[in-house]
């Protein structure tokens, strides 16, 4: 496989912004008068923030008029935010600066293709922005996971083909928006959990482009 490109998910690839965002949804939760559980969060991971707020809803039983909603994504969001601007380059994920290093040295082209909004202002307190030729974000995409646009989109942007773009995912729906696109997808998580991907890891610790890309042969 001739890969030109590295097209990385954010959440759950790059950072764990999933415990703040768990933070911001249970202060939410809780605020409405219900409970809401880390278990209950893995549903949220790679969703975008209005169908997160209606499984929110759902769970808790809650019904709310659309001007209501967009009220509480708001609000929740502000909570996050308020999170998310005291990330430090420390809680990048373990081995994804080195990767991210290898990968400028041997001129692969790097590329986000994530669901959040605040992409920018996390990869920015991360100290990241400059490693990226193309980002883009829930800002620039309309349609969400596993709808491949995200992802489309970047190796538009970097001028490559699908199949010469390796996406990295940790959700399930994010690994099926890669092969919807045409694109190897690598999964960061469980098999279990990432069906689909061609080849599923943990995290990036002591992982070097070369030996991922012996993988997708
Ligand atoms: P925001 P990813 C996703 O990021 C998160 O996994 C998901 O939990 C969140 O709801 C979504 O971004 C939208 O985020 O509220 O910041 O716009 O995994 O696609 O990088
Ligand atoms: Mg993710």
Not at 7 to 16: A, P, Q, S
Not at 171 to 191: D, F, R, W
């Amino acid at each position: 496989m001739n890969i030109k490109a590295c097209i990385f998910d954010l959440d759950g690839v790059i950072v764990d912004t999933a415990k703040y965002h768990y933070l911001a949804w249970k202060r939410l939760a809780n605020e409405m008068g219900f409970d809401f559980t880390e278990e209950d969060n893995e549903q949220l991971k790679g969703v975008s923030r209005v169908r997160s707020l209606e499984i929110l809803l759902e769970l808790g039983g809650v019904k709310k008029t659309a001007e209501e909603q967009e009220q509480l994504a708001t609000k929740k969001n502000e909570w996050y935010v308020e999170y998310i601007v005291k990330l430090k380059p420390e809680e990048i994920l373990p081995g994804v600066s080195k990767f991210l290093d290898e990968l400028n040295d041997k001129g692969i082209k790097i590329a986000l293709g994530s669901a959040s909004k605040n992409a920018k202002l996390i990869l920015d307190g991360l100290n990241l922005t400059g490693y990226f030729d193309a980002i883009i974000d829930g800002t620039k995409v309309s349609k969400a996971k596993p709808d491949p646009e995200v992802f489309l989109k970047g190796a538009d942007e970097l001028g490559l083909q699908p199949e010469e773009c390796v996406v990295f995912e940790d959700a399930q729906a994010g690994v099926e928006a890669a092969k919807n696109g045409g694109m190897p997808c690598i999964g960061i998580g469980t098999a279990e959990n990432l069906k689909g991907a061609d080849y599923v890891m943990p995290g990036f610790d002591g992982v070097t482009f070369e030996s991922l890309v012996n993988k997708l042969n």
